[in-house]
């Protein structure tokens, strides 16, 4: 199996890390295009919560999302641990198999006539 050029690199954090992890991507000199999403992540053990989030049942996290060539998922990870002094942040790397924009002409064949 082929290895992918193209992967999706997300990044989970805690809140107060999410604006230092974003300007760090901003800065980032290859203009990389990334998403961050608020979300809530359940299943944790308790000892992993505060008394707060043993309430709600769930942390409030924050999730962003990397799109970029998988040669630089490692130099970029690099940077993040090299930048962030304390917090865990938690990575996947997940291949993008394809991707397109569903409603305008960029699909396959949706430059042809529709009868």
Do not use: W, Y
């Not at 053990?45 to 989030?53: F, K, S, W, Y």
């Amino acid at each position: 199996m082929s290895v992918p050029s193209d992967v999706l690199l997300q990044l989970i954090v805690a809140r107060p890390q999410a604006r230092i992890l974003s300007d760090l991507l901003l800065a980032h000199g290859s203009g990389l295009f990334f998403t961050v999403s608020f979300i809530r992540g359940h299943g944790q053990p308790d000892e992993r919560l505060t008394a707060q989030e043993q309430v709600a049942g769930a942390q409030n996290k924050v999730r962003i999302e990397v799109e970029l060539a998988a040669a630089g998922v490692d130099p970029l990870l690099q940077e993040i641990d090299a930048r962030l002094s304390r917090g865990a942040v938690f990575f996947r790397v997940l291949p993008i198999l394809r991707q397109g924009c569903i409603g305008g002409s960029v699909l396959p064949g949706a430059d042809q006539a529709q009868d």
